[in-house]
């Protein structure tokens, strides 16, 4: 079988392009990411100035005029606590059978218990379930009870008390929050595009979001944090940095966190988590050692590929962030999936309004019948 993996033009006319690079299958307000000059533009704001803003200013901002209700910060907060209770009521009959499941399938069982016939705001719903079902399963995973939501906290300061069980530092909440903005939407990456295709058939915003979340599951879109963390535990001690790091160069082989396919500059979401790690109560030691290999890799690689600009990405300083807050390194995934829940709902509601099926085409290179 030969299929090719390269933009052509067939003798027909039409244009193939396999990975849709170039495409450009939909208009939005929400997220603009521009690669060459290393900016990431949010509903008219850098993501640089959305420092120290929270999850939920960030959702009224990206849900404005497209949410029925139009709510701002305070009101969002609020709705979201109230629907993370009833999220924590709904998911229980379906906890005994997390256990044959990974955690990030944990998750996609428990947001298949929402119904697209129900008449609650669908958006809020997904993104208050996220926390709530995310923290369940990793504590289940550790062989312990879910801890109830409490509706007064915010999103990310219950996120991390349910997961641990106690109340959080302030400086760890604002870490996660940190988090769960950056990463809130990215232009029409894998996931969004998924969820916007199932969102054209009218299929519903659960079920919209869920087919995000199956996109984001695969090692080449959510699944990254986890090796940079694999790769500072085999470094293991600061001598070792440099040598490992050559002989790994060596080998062929990449320096997981370095580079990327759209920013050809630095990824401005990776320089968001290292002011959020920087905030964090207590940095610990596992931080200063990221950062000695973290300037090394770059010294490195800057000599060593000398006319492709390869700078720290977004999830090298995830990984730190997220082992910081106390999450295991399998809840990765899905805590990407409570912050990009943000842009998944917010894209879908804009893709109900486009009132358009996608419905893009193939060509046939099989056998004709005679
Ligand atoms: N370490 C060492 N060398 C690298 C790295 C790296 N991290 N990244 C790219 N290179 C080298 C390649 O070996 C290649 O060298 P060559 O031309 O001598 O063969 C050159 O740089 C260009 O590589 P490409 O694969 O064309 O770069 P591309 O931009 O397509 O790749 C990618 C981007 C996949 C992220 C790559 O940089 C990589 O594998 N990084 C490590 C894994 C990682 O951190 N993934 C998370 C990315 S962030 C995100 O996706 C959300």
Redesign the pocket.
Known sequence: MNISLKTQESPAGDVISPGLEGVVAAETVLSHVDGAAGRLILRGHDLEQLDGWSFERVLALLWRDLAPENAGEAEIRARLGAARVRAFERMQPALAALAALSTVEGLRLLLSLLPDSETESHHLVAVASVPVFAAAIARRHQGLEPVRPDPDRGQADDFLTMLHGVSQSPGNVRALDTYLVTVADHGLNASTFAARVIASTKAGLFSSVIGGLCALKGPL?GG?PG??LDMLDAIGDADNIRPWLIQA?DR??????????IYRVR?PRADALKRAVAGLDDPGVRIGFAEKVEREALAL?AAR?PD?P?ET????FTALVLEAVGFPRDSFTNVFAAGRMAGWTAHVLEQERAARLIRPQSRYVGPVPD
């Open positions: 879109h990254a090796p940079v160069l062929g082989e990449r320096l997981m966190g370095f580079g990327h396919r990824d690689l590929k492709r390869l990405n977004v999830e090298f």
